[in-house]
Nanobody
Framework: VQLQASGGGLVQPGGSLRLSCAAS????????MGWFRQSPGKEREFVAA???????WYSDSVKGRFSISRGNAKNTVELQMNSLEPEDTAVYFC???????????????????WGQGTQVTVSS
């Protein structure tokens, strides 16, 4: 399974960005797509996740501002980020996994394939 993340960039506080993650390869048994982020000196943290069936999860820090959804292209997931804050600055990674139970979707080790990451910088 290969994951390609895109859409990062520099945005002012209060602005918006849309990240996209395209999965290819043997994806048939990978039913959860997640987004995590990591900033310098910090551990990788959960941002959002979804099952292809539609169930979604968000971290408290992004709930109400970010939205995860299926993209128009097959096996693509998007993360719409609104009302961005400087604290959202990080490298954002998409990940996928199979047989992830609901209580584990926020846990990075539950995912077995990761994309290369895309930088999001929120600064004036």
């Amino acid at each position: 399974v290969q994951l390609q993340a895109s859409g990062g960039g520099l945005v002012q506080p209060g602005g918006s960005l849309r990240l996209s993650c395209a999965a290819s390869g043997r994806t048939s048994n990978r039913d959860v797509m997640g987004w995590f982020r990591q900033s310098p000196g910090k551990e990788r943290e959960f941002v959002a996740a979804m099952r292809w069936s539609g169930a979604t999860w968000y971290s408290d820090s992004v709930k109400g501002r970010f939205s995860i959804s299926r993209g128009n292209a097959k096996n693509t997931v998007e993360l719409q980020m609104n009302s961005l804050e400087p604290e959202d600055t990080a490298v954002y990674f998409c990940a996928t996994g199979g047989r992830i139970i609901n209580t584990s979707v926020r846990v990075a080790p539950a995912y077995d394939y990761w994309g290369q990451g895309t930088q999001v910088t929120v600064s004036s």
